[in-house]
């Protein structure tokens, strides 16, 4: 091995471990057995921290699914978030959001209210604000699988909860449309 060559050795090392970590949790040959069902809502989300002129709304998309394997269920959402009018922001502004998070959750389905029996936040502050070329501000995560053991009837449900910079409110949910009953 030459001397450059072995300068990017551990570079390509890290790479490669990248693609490895930031795979879908979903592409796992367990998880891409399981039948998936899934249901898909958009929002136009207002940004309460700026009245300007500038158009400022956020269309945000997430898909929640839930698939079922005997006892235990699995669910998984995934956010693919874009917006008009990115250009009010400059393009390295860091400071849109004091926090963004997506909460994943397993639902039990029964009468009454439907008990959460599972939950997690993926915070995605830095993932929203991140600009792409010319300030533009689009993007996807998709969220790990998270599972519990549940009954029959249950299902994936998503909120989005965002911190506007400056609106002095704190975090604000928005409810996604849950995924059908598996």
Known sequence: MTRHEHHHAPLLAAAAALAVA???AAASPAAAALSYRCSTSTQTIDDAGYSGPAPDNWDIKIQVCAARSGTTVYAYAYADIGWDGPASY???????????????????SRQGTDPVVAERDFEIKD?????TSGGDRDGNYHTPTISHRAGSGAYGNGVLYLDWHKDGRGYQG?????????
């Open 22 to 24: 930031t795979a879908p």
């Open 90 to 108: 400059a393009s390295k502004d860091a400071t849109i959001f004091d926090g963004a998070k997506i909460r994943l959750q397993i639902m039990q």
């Open 127 to 131: 993932r929203l604000e991140k600009a």
């Open 174 to 182: 928005h409810d996604y449309k849950g995924s059908p009953t598996v």
